[in-house]
């Protein structure tokens, strides 16, 4: 356990009101449900206990939840697409797993109805959504369609889930089950974090989960995945699915410096046009990551980047 104390001389008077915040270092997700259960512990952040934990929790005595808290970081999850070789590098074949992908279902069933069907490349917090692109819905036909018209033979890819719980585990395979209804021929092949981070750091895959931050302006958490000038091997969090794109990257480096916003939003606009016909990656979910928290704990969260700001406000109504 990590026990911090209120700093008597703190900079606001009358701040914090806490007299210290403890820190339980719990390994297992499972062990943390308990913790929380039996009341030792007050606060369960974000991405600490399985998402199927989340409603029976929730529906404890003095139990509150909110989404808020990460309206800055925007954690986006995606589709690594591997666009150097094999089918992959086919952007109908890609256009054809965004449509096969039943995204609907994976909102409602493996993650409660929590977060957002994202409509591209650009989250619903990032500025300067294009909201006129047509949207990517569930349609198994017009899958079906395009691999038929790209040709494709029946050539096996494999799917690398995110070893970060079983939640992840089950929407790979969710995901493996909708593009095998389509004809894709698709085997998951499942990994610890370390095999994770090796596999797409040296670019050996065909279709990897992950998600990363948006943090809110495309300059900060978008354009990093499209550049091509970020593309290197021995990282999984830049350009991973090798994707190039010269007119991509003169409209985002122009966008990043642009003024005023109504040009960067036009330059914008036409990288999203840009991204929804190539679909380099797929676009799966707009993360909604709960924080759990005892009812009369009070003002725990109170900015966008929720509990990691600190609990100078927080007080409890005991």
């Not at 590098?89 to 995204?103: C, G, H, I, L, S």
């Not at 799917?159 to 790979?172: D, K, N, Q, S």
């Amino acid at each position: 356990m990590i026990e911090l104390v209120k700093n008597d001389e703190y900079y606001e008077e009358g701040l914090p009101y806490l007299d210290g915040v403890n820190w339980h270092i719990i390994p297992d997700g499972a062990s943390r449900a308990v913790a929380f259960e039996n009341e030792t512990i007050d606060v369960l952040p974000s991405g600490t206990v399985e998402n199927f934990d989340i409603p029976r929790l929730a529906e404890m005595d003095n139990v509150c939840m909110t989404e808020e808290g990460h309206e800055y970081f925007s954690p986006f999850a995606m589709l690594w697409m591997n666009n150097r070789e094999g089918p992959t590098a086919d952007k109908r074949f890609r256009q054809a797993v965004m449509y096969a992908m039943d995204r609907e279902f994976a909102k409602d069933v493996l993650w409660n109805g929590l977060g957002n069907v994202p409509l591209s490349a650009f989250g619903s917090n990032a500025r300067f959504q294009n909201d006129d692109l047509e949207p990517y819905d569930y349609n198994p036909d017009r899958a079906r369609e395009l691999l038929d018209e790209m040709g494709y033979d029946g050539e096996e890819i494999t799917i690398l889930p995110l070893p970060y719980g079983e939640t992840w585990t089950r929407w790979a395979e969710a995901v493996q089950q909708n593009l095998r209804e389509v004809g894709i021929n698709v085997e998951t092949q499942a990994t610890d974090v370390g095999g994770w981070n090796q596999r797409l750091g040296d670019w050996d895959y065909d279709l990897a989960f992950t998600y990363l931050y948006q943090y809110g302006d495309p300059a900060l958490g978008i354009s990093r995945t499209y550049l091509s000038d970020n593309i290197a091997k021995g990282s999984p969090w830049n350009n991973v699915e090798g994707y190039e794109n010269e007119r991509v990257d003169e409209l985002s480096n122009e966008a990043a410096t642009a003024f005023p916003d109504e040009e960067r939003e036009k330059l914008y606009r036409e990288v999203q046009e840009i991204l929804h016909e190539d679909v380099p990656v797929g676009w799966l979910m707009e993360l909604g990551f709960p924080t759990l928290y005892r009812c009369d704990v009070k003002n725990l969260v109170t900015s966008g980047v929720g509990v990691n700001d600190g609990f100078k406000d927080a007080w409890l109504d005991r």
